[in-house]
């Protein structure tokens, strides 16, 4: 991988949909993701169900300059709890954006300002997971914060692995309306639903999409990238408005393989660049 991106030209890589969790919630992930189940669908063996310590030495060994946490709360009373464990993972592990995480319940303004004291800068939520409308009224503030700081927020949108939550174009489409300077970045490049994702990228200018699980050979099984959407996917990722994402560890595949679905896309080493490191960079 160092010699594959040192001949784009590149100083290494900028993976901004990585995730790192309490072990014991980590581990109870990765049997989900094994098992399947209503959300996942038949599911899949994680790639590196590896200790902590082995996982950040193969991003720092590959080049992935910085990577993301990325907790996201299923109910109420986790928030603030998995922030203060990954805002402390950060400061351990440099290379780690301060990641954090929110909730529609009360005190849900409270502690993303205290995890804004702490230094978070990278936001996730999961709408299939957690269940719950991005646009009730209790998130509206915390909305128009983050849409002030210009904070990225990692949203999984789609309907991936399988349908379910609040998820499809209309529930953040709402939240947009009413705060179009948010900076969304569109988590799995909004597959199945690409055409609609990429029509929401572009009305409103700070909306994104990373690249997690797109085009590998898994996805292309279940959910093949349409080859008519290939001009906007170009134009999108010249525009700054792709980046780079994996879902490490939670993958059944190499993390090379993410790199090698993207360069097998031949849409040039420009739209390559500008996907592993322009476009994160500026948004970081």
């Known amino acids: 991988m160092p010699a594959w991106w040192r001949s784009l030209g590149l100083p290494g890589l900028i993976d901004l949909h990585t995730h790192f969790l309490p072990e014991r919630m980590e581990r109870r992930v990765w049997h989900h993701f094994h098992h399947g189940g209503p959300l996942m669908g038949n599911g899949w063996k994680v790639t590196y169900q590896w200790p902590v310590e082995e996982r950040v030495a193969l991003l720092r060994s590959m080049g992935v300059r910085h990577f993301t946490a990325l907790p996201y709360a299923h109910k109420p009373g986790m928030a603030a709890d998995l922030n203060a464990w990954s805002l402390a993972f950060a400061r351990e592990v440099p290379e780690c954006l301060p990641s954090a995480t929110f909730y529609p319940e009360p005190g849900v303004l409270s502690y993303v300002r205290q995890a804004l004291d702490e230094g978070a800068r990278v936001w996730k ?46 529930p953040i489409a709402a939240v947009l309306e009413r705060h179009p300077r948010l900076r969304v970045v569109i988590a799995h490049l909004g597959m199945p639903e690409y055409a609609e994702f990429f029509d929401l990228a572009g009305r409103f200018d700070r909306v994104a999409l990373d690249t997690t699980m797109a085009f590998t050979d898994f996805a292309q099984l279940g959910m093949p990238f349409p080859a008519a959407l290939r001009p906007r996917l170009l134009e999108l990722g010249l525009a700054g408005k792709v980046v780079l994402g994996s879902d490490f560890p939670n993958i059944p595949h190499p993390y090379a393989h993410q790199l090698h679905a993207l360069d097998r896309l031949d849409l040039g080493e420009a739209w390559v660049r500008a996907v592993c490191w322009d476009n994160g960079a500026d948004m970081i």
């Open 125 to 170: 939520i999961h709408l299939q997971v957690g269940a719950f409308d991005p646009a009730l009224p209790e998130l509206d503030p915390v909305w128009g914060l983050l849409s002030d700081l210009g904070h990225p927020v990692v949203v999984h949108a789609s309907s991936v692995p399988v349908p379910g939550g609040f998820v499809g174009l209309s």
